[in-house]
């Protein structure tokens, strides 16, 4: 299944249903209004267009998730590695760390994670 595309004010907008759900929303207005500065137009509007989407359903006035924050996270790094560095994961992790300080606890981590992901490809 294809992500749709999910711009920055309607990422901010997940955020917190990510947080709340499933919320009625009204409730959901309430904390766009506070957390967003949005007018209750405005948040029904991006309820409308994210649900027209399938990033979110509203029924009965309960508006929860079609989509999880990981699943939209790596729509956005799978466009990024697409668009600026040719699909290469290697030359995105060159850039990265030319120019980001990494500490040894987060080099510890990655390296964790790519020895999992190699114990489990080998695996099966």
């Not at 766009?32 to 994210?50: H, S």
């Not at 995105?92 to 964790?112: L, P, R």
Request: net charge negative; aromatic share 8%.
């Amino acid at each position: 299944m294809e992500i749709p595309k999910i711009f920055e004010s309607e990422y901010q907008f997940c955020l917190i249903l990510w947080e709340h759900e499933p919320i009625k929303s009204s409730e959901l207005v309430k904390l766009c209004e506070e957390q967003l500065g949005w007018k209750p137009t405005t948040t029904y509007t991006v309820i409308r267009r994210l649900s027209d989407r399938g990033v979110v359903k509203n029924e009965n006035t309960i508006v929860s998730s079609l989509i999880s924050q990981e699943e939209v996270q790596a729509a956005e790094i799978n466009e990024l590695l697409e668009k600026k560095f040719d699909g290469s994961l290697p030359a995105f992790i060159a850039t990265f760390t030319k120019h980001q300080k990494i500490s040894e606890n987060e080099i510890d981590e990655v390296q964790e994670m790519i020895d999992r992901y190699r114990r489990e490809a080998s695996d099966g």
